[in-house]
């Protein structure tokens, strides 16, 4: 029995986030090793069953997102399934994909030439309940669509993303979270040009019931890594391979 008024208000919390789509799942599920970045989340996990929506002004930054929401993939999709990337112009190489812990196979690439019927495919995909995620890339999102989006993913689970690169109209839309993405200069060792861990900087612009915020992160050995630790981890692997 709820007794003082905390309790009370503590649970009146956790029936309106259920009420908003943020409905309770296992820690282990939830937790896709953000990090710090989790505090700024409802129920201090990622919103999973919901659609994140990430902003990117021109095709550098589009490219960097993919890579983010790359590695997200890889954590949703580590106890299996498949998931979907529909788009009209495809940016992803699949076997890249490895490098982000994902089999290549076990993402469905739907390539469309008009964006109207990307917005079907998501529309239809996002109902199957069959599938970890879907990516949808799209330039203009109105807000009954994403509206459309959220409520299908609250009833089947699926977690979806939407890429808008250059969009002319960055709306207000119903999608739970927004973002923003950009690459950072990667580690290099003894100032030698080459190919080194994916580093991002990772806005949070809008998430609802929680707080935006913005962080520096790296990609290193299958795991997210916030930039004041992955330093350090970096250059030891670096001496391991050097």
């Given at each position: 029995?709820i007794?003082?008024?905390?309790?009370?208000?503590?649970?009146?919390?956790?029936?309106?986030?259920?009420?908003?789509?943020?409905?309770?799942?296992?820690?282990?599920?939830?937790?896709?090793?953000?990090?710090?970045?989790?505090?700024?989340?409802?129920?201090?996990?990622?919103?999973?069953?919901?659609?994140?929506?990430?902003?990117?002004?021109?095709?550098?930054?589009?490219?960097?997102?993919?890579?983010?929401?790359?590695?997200?993939?890889?954590?949703?999709?580590?106890?299996?399934?498949?998931?979907?990337?529909?788009?009209?112009?495809?940016?992803?190489?699949?076997?890249?994909?490895?490098?982000?812990?994902?089999?290549?196979?076990?993402?469905?690439?739907?390539?469309?030439?008009?964006?109207?019927?990307?917005?079907?495919?998501?529309?239809?995909?996002?109902?199957?309940?069959?599938?970890?995620?879907?990516?949808?890339?799209?330039?203009?999102?109105?807000?009954?669509?994403?509206?459309?989006?959220?409520?299908?993913?609250?009833?089947?689970?699926?977690?979806?993303?939407?890429?808008?690169?250059?969009?002319?109209?960055?709306?207000?839309?119903?999608?739970?979270?927004?973002?923003?993405?950009?690459?950072?200069?990667?580690?290099?060792?003894?100032?030698?040009?080459?190919?080194?861990?994916?580093?991002?900087?990772v806005?949070?612009?809008?998430?609802?019931?929680?707080?935006?915020?913005?962080?520096?992160?790296?990609?290193?050995?299958?795991?997210?890594?916030?930039?004041?630790?992955?330093?350090?981890?970096?250059?030891e692997?670096?001496?391991?391979?050097?």
């Amino acid at each position: 029995m709820i007794t003082n008024k905390a309790d009370i208000i503590a649970r009146l919390r956790q029936d309106l986030l259920a009420l908003q789509g943020f409905k309770p799942v296992s820690s282990t599920d939830a937790d896709i090793g953000l990090g710090q970045i989790n505090h700024s989340f409802p129920n201090a996990s990622f919103p999973i069953g919901a659609m994140h929506e990430f902003i990117s002004a021109d095709k550098e930054d589009s490219t960097a997102t993919g890579g983010f929401i790359a590695a997200l993939l890889g954590k949703l999709m580590r106890n299996g399934g498949a998931s979907l990337w529909i788009g009209s112009s495809r940016t992803v190489f699949p076997p890249a994909l490895k490098f982000f812990d994902i089999d290549p196979e076990k993402i469905i690439f739907i390539d469309l030439k008009r964006e109207k019927d990307v917005m079907w495919a998501m529309d239809e995909a996002l109902k199957c309940d069959n599938l970890v995620a879907v990516v949808g890339e799209l330039q203009e999102l109105s807000f009954t669509a994403s509206r459309r989006f959220q409520l299908a993913v609250e009833q089947s689970r699926v977690t979806g993303f939407i890429l808008r690169c250059n969009s002319r109209n960055p709306n207000i839309t119903a999608c739970v979270s927004r973002w923003k993405v950009t690459s950072l200069p990667c580690l290099l060792n003894d100032d030698i040009p080459g190919v080194s861990f994916p580093r991002w900087n990772v806005e949070l612009l809008k998430i609802r019931n929680g707080k935006p915020g913005s962080w520096q992160i790296e990609w290193i050995d299958n795991r997210f890594h916030h930039l004041s630790s992955a330093n350090s981890i970096a250059l030891e692997l670096q001496k391991e391979t050097g």
